[in-house]
């Protein structure tokens, strides 16, 4: 049986589904989040129920690892963002290994709506032209596979606007990934340190103690160095 057929066209509960299928609540709510993230998508290329489309692009991963993504979301709008952005680029063909494409372009939207928002931004006026073209078509005629193919993904120009954007959002989250890697470095090398045990210090050898007072030495050097950049660095500011 069709969950949302059964569930959504309000036949059944999701409890009597689940307990009628075997599946469990949790796994239930799972199906359920997806089954929204694909109407949503058919919603926005205008073919409400047409799942044929969803099917020829070949969306399934992609919808499940969007609505795990979407759980995140701190509110309504950054999950219609977040959707409708990743929609776009359903549409335009710029995901490559598709699945982990949506996941690394949702981290770069999250971090956009926590941040200074221009990838969003930049996102967003493309998503605009992409709604634009869908909206342009004869009277009468329904959205289909072909359609996108021939009169949104065809744009070359668009295509390459936002496969830009997110080369750019790739490069900032790669740079931020380094920098904040400086930081987890200074916590990593205190975690060392506090992962010492006193109390084993007295069944050390002489050459033992020697080697970890010469290790120590070094990280006091290298800690009172960096304690000076840091400084200067945060007076410059």
């Known amino acids: ?46 073919a409400p129920g047409a799942y044929h489309i969803a ?12 609505a795990t993504k979407l759980q995140k979301c701190k509110d309504d709008d950054d999950r219609q963002d977040m959707e409708n952005i990743v929609f776009a680029n359903i549409l335009m063909g710029n995901l490559g290994d598709r699945v982990r494409a949506i996941r690394d372009m949702c981290d770069y939207i999250d971090a956009s709506q926590h941040g200074d928002g221009e990838y969003v931004d930049e996102q967003l006026d493309i998503v605009e032209q ?7 078509m004869p009277q009468d005629t ?24 997110n080369e750019k959002a790739r490069t900032k989250a790669g740079n931020s990934k380094i920098k904040n890697g400086q930081v987890r470095s200074v916590h990593d090398s205190l975690s060392s340190l506090e992962g010492v045990d ?20 070094r990280v006091l050097e290298l800690a009172a160095k960096l304690k000076v950049k840091i400084e200067n660095l945060q007076r410059e500011l």
């Not at 099917?55 to 969007?66: A, C, F, P």
């Not at 992409?130 to 342009?136: A, M, N, Q, T, Y």
């Not at 109390?199 to 050898?205: I, Y």
Request: no cysteine; glycine share 4%; net charge negative.
């Open 1 to 46: 049986m069709d969950i949302n057929t059964w569930v959504n066209g309000g036949k059944m509960t999701a409890d009597e589904y689940g307990a009628h299928a075997n599946i469990s609540k949790s796994d239930m709510k799972k199906f359920l989040r997806q089954i929204d993230v694909m109407n949503d998508f058919l919603e926005f290329v205008n």
């Open 198 to 217: 006193m109390a084993l210090l007295s069944k050390l050898s002489p050459e033992q103690l020697d080697d970890m007072n010469a290790g120590l030495d």
């Open 142 to 165: 329904a959205v289909s596979t072909e359609f996108i193919r021939d009169h949104v993904a065809a744009d070359d120009d668009l295509k390459n606007e936002q496969k830009a954007s």
């Open 55 to 66: 099917q020829d692009l070949k969306i399934q991963g992609i919808v499940e690892s969007l």
């Open 130 to 136: 992409v709604l634009e073209k869908l909206e342009d």
